[in-house]
């Protein structure tokens, strides 16, 4: 009986190695590669033979319209231009004339001929490419299909378009005041509503990122998005043009951790910079008489989100009189224009809102650093970073919103104490205003004692026609 199981065995493992042996000397299907330059073609009917060939290029619509025959571009072809790259046709021919030179598009620039000895993938049709994908967050195989370049190309020269918008655009277009000169002009709309010394405002907001690796994931999950996010805190004028951004942080935190990786904020607090600068708030001394006292440096309008410094100053949260509640809404609605910002970034620039593919965080952070210096090129280009007058319009069936947002803080309180003169500030009497002689430094009051002295001189303008809601002269064209 053992004889048998002994030769059943034999024989099992003979089977066995020969099983082996063969399958060790079968030859394996090996995997077929592609070819390089064996893309998916594109074909279009040839006018002259009216068969099919392959397309080029040259051959596609965007290449027609917008450069073989621009100058045949109507006024509405050029309207849908803005709509559909988020930029006027002559701010794009500029702008793509400052890509061509760079040196990160060497190998798109106009002449240039790829290993084969082909003409290179034209750069004015990966621009428009590169405008539409973060436009609209089409997909690169969406762009391959309307300009004949292959989806790889596309998606090369995007990694070095948002790399040149970090390094290049936002530098040159998002600039923070370094002094007094440069926040005049950032600070006059504040002025006009009774902020003296007020540079802009600033809060934060969460950008989603599709592909964020495994190890980052769970800090980059906030308590306000189901999905993974990078936070961006911001500083806007009013004109609504981007002052500062910090890099992109994990969602989870919050702004009071924000504020410390702010490098401008940080440069205000410890007084590197606009320490020098100067503007004059009104008190009233103990027989009622109005004085100017002198300050030094600045301050932000902020939410109670932040840290409680002097130069972060957010409304009350609870308001002991009337003039704390009133100085509150009209400082809540001031810092509404932060808020705007965010709004006009995400429906302008759609991959904000709908979601940074990038397995890199540096490149979610360079896609919101672009969007950011094209947001305010675009300020630029449209007229828009005008200082604001605060103008009632002469049409009749415009509202006068200057009117309405002054006496909606009235309350009923008796309007006769208001003084207005046909929606300007009647600022006559600051001239017989005594000056203190007193100098106080922003940066080292307590944050509730400098809100007290805001209060009141806001208090003082309003009950003498002091204060005014800006806005532009002449009303943009809605695009």
């Not at 027609?64 to 021919?93: G, I, L, Q, S, Y």
């Not at 995007?158 to 000169?181: M, R, T």
């Not at 006769?416 to 017989?432: A, F, P, T």
Request: with cysteine; proline share 4%.
């Amino acid at each position: 009986m053992e004889a048998e199981e002994d030769a059943t065995t034999e024989r099992l493992l003979s089977l066995i190695r020969t099983n082996q042996q063969e399958s060790m000397h079968t030859p394996q299907k090996k995997r077929k590669r592609r070819r390089m330059g064996t893309s998916a073609k594109m074909y279009v009917m040839d006018a002259a033979t009216g068969n099919p060939r392959i397309g080029t290029p040259m051959d596609c619509v965007w290449w027609v319209n917008h450069v073989t025959h621009a100058e045949n571009m109507t006024p509405r072809m050029h309207d849908k231009f803005r709509r559909r790259f988020r930029m006027p046709f002559d701010a794009w021919k500029e702008f793509v004339n400052t890509l061509n030179p760079n040196e990160l598009f060497r190998p798109w620039q106009r002449g240039a001929k790829n290993c084969a000895g082909a003409p290179c993938s034209p750069i004015e049709l990966l621009s428009l490419g590169a405008l539409r994908y973060i436009g609209r967050k089409c997909t690169f195989d969406d762009l391959e299909e309307v300009t004949f370049i292959s989806e790889r190309t596309h998606q090369r020269f995007f990694k070095k378009f948002i790399q040149y918008g970090a390094e290049h655009l936002y530098p040159e277009h998002v600039i923070a005041p370094n002094n007094p000169e440069e926040a005049r002009t950032h600070m006059h709309e504040m002025a006009m509503a009774g902020f003296n010394g007020g540079i802009g405002s600033m809060d934060a907001t969460h950008v989603t990122i599709e592909n964020c690796r495994y190890g980052l994931r769970q800090i980059h999950l906030g308590h306000k998005l189901s999905k993974t996010a990078r936070t961006y805190n911001i500083i806007v004028n009013h004109r609504r043009r981007i002052l500062s951004s910090t890099a992109g942080h994990p969602s989870r935190w919050n702004d009071k951790t924000l504020v410390l990786f702010d490098s401008f904020v940080e440069k205000i607090r410890s007084g590197e910079v606009l320490s020098d600068n100067e503007f004059v708030l009104f008190e009233r001394v103990n027989d009622g008489t109005i004085v100017s006292v002198k300050y030094k440096g600045v301050w932000l309008l902020v939410d109670n989100g932040y840290l409680q410094w002097s130069c972060t100053i957010p409304p009350f949260k609870y308001c002991g009189n009337r003039s704390e509640l009133r100085w509150s809404q009209w400082l809540e609605s001031m810092r509404k224009d932060v808020e705007c910002t965010f709004g006009i970034l995400k429906k302008r620039f759609q991959i904000l809102q709908k979601g940074v593919q990038a397995y890199d965080l540096e490149d979610a952070d360079r896609v919101w650093m672009t969007c950011c210096a094209l947001h305010n090129m675009l300020l630029d280009v449209d007229g828009l970073d005008e200082l604001w007058e605060g103008e009632i319009p002469s049409d009749p069936s415009v509202g006068d919103t200057d009117t309405f947002a002054i006496e909606r803080l009235l309350n009923g309180e008796d309007c006769s104490r208001l003084i207005r003169h046909e929606g300007e500030r009647n600022l006559n009497w600051v001239s017989d205003v005594a000056s203190s002689g007193i100098v106080r430094d922003v940066n080292k009051m307590q944050m509730n004692d400098m809100r007290k002295k805001l209060v009141e001189h806001f208090d003082i303008l309003f009950h003498n026609g002091g204060i005014v809601w800006p806005r532009r002269a002449k009303r943009p064209r809605c695009s």
